[in-house]
């Protein structure tokens, strides 16, 4: 079963605007999140982390919002740059459970 | 359509010990690739297999290797084990396209 979900398998964006990527877990047990950047032949690189007990993030270019509430969580990326297109995935892991990641959002930056 | 499935989910083992994982993909999926995640160094590539073949990987000692058989299922074995090598190992299947399902993980604990 699927318990984190990314339900945008793409997004484009033009250079210098917004990138929001969303992400939508189920199991109320998670309480750490992570967004990994992956290009293609390459593996996953860790690009910003959020605990339940905050509801944002921020390092730089990145900013990680966290509704829990809503079991929602979603990466900003102002401004995108075309460097930034890669496949997003989010992960979530906390409870008895290790850590369970989306399927990824292909985010596409044009100049 | 059943998810990505890796066995065992737990394993205790010894220093110098060798141990083999086992994932089974997503039906229909030609792609396996195996991620060693731990809390310091996050998610690293190990690599990936396509159609029994590796395709690319990642920069782990020669005591790391992996095959996958003619069904997709893919086997991951470790060698000479380390204290080090505790971590959990994920594994991910991909359709023909950028999208990679993760399986739940195998926590190894190297004693």
């Known amino acids: 079963d699927q318990q984190v979900k990314q339900n945008s398998p793409s997004l484009s964006v033009q250079e210098g605007r917004i990138s929001i990527l969303n992400c939508d877990y189920t199991?109320?047990?998670?309480?750490?999140f992570l967004w990994y950047k992956k290009y293609p032949a390459e593996g996953p690189t860790f690009l910003i982390s959020i605990s339940s007990i905050k509801d944002k993030n921020e390092d730089g270019r990145f900013t990680v919002f966290l509704n829990k509430s809503a079991k929602h969580l979603s990466l900003h990326i102002v401004p995108s740059q075309p460097g930034d297109s890669a496949v997003y995935f989010c992960?979530?892991?906390?409870?008895?459970?290790?850590?369970?990641f989306g399927a990824g959002t292909r985010l596409t930056v044009k100049p | 359509k059943a998810g990505v499935t890796q066995t065992p989910r737990y394993l205790i083992k010894t220093r110098g010990q060798q141990v083999t994982l086992s994932c089974s993909p997503i039906s229909g999926h030609r792609s396996v690739s195996w991620y060693q995640q731990t809390p310091g160094q996050g998610l690293q590539f190990l690599f990936e297999?396509?159609?029994?073949?590796?395709?690319n990987k990642g920069n782990f000692p020669g005591r790391f290797s992996g095959r996958q058989f003619s069904n997709s299922r893919s086997e991951m074995n470790v060698s000479t084990l380390e204290l080090g090598d505790s971590a959990l190992y994920l594994c991910a299947s991909s359709p023909p396209n950028y999208e990679q399902y993760f399986g739940p993980g195998t926590r190894l604990t190297v004693t």
């Open positions: 199991n109320s047990m998670f309480d750490y």
């Open positions: 297999y396509f159609s029994e073949t590796q395709r």
């Open positions: 992960a979530a892991s906390g409870g008895k459970d290790d850590m369970r």
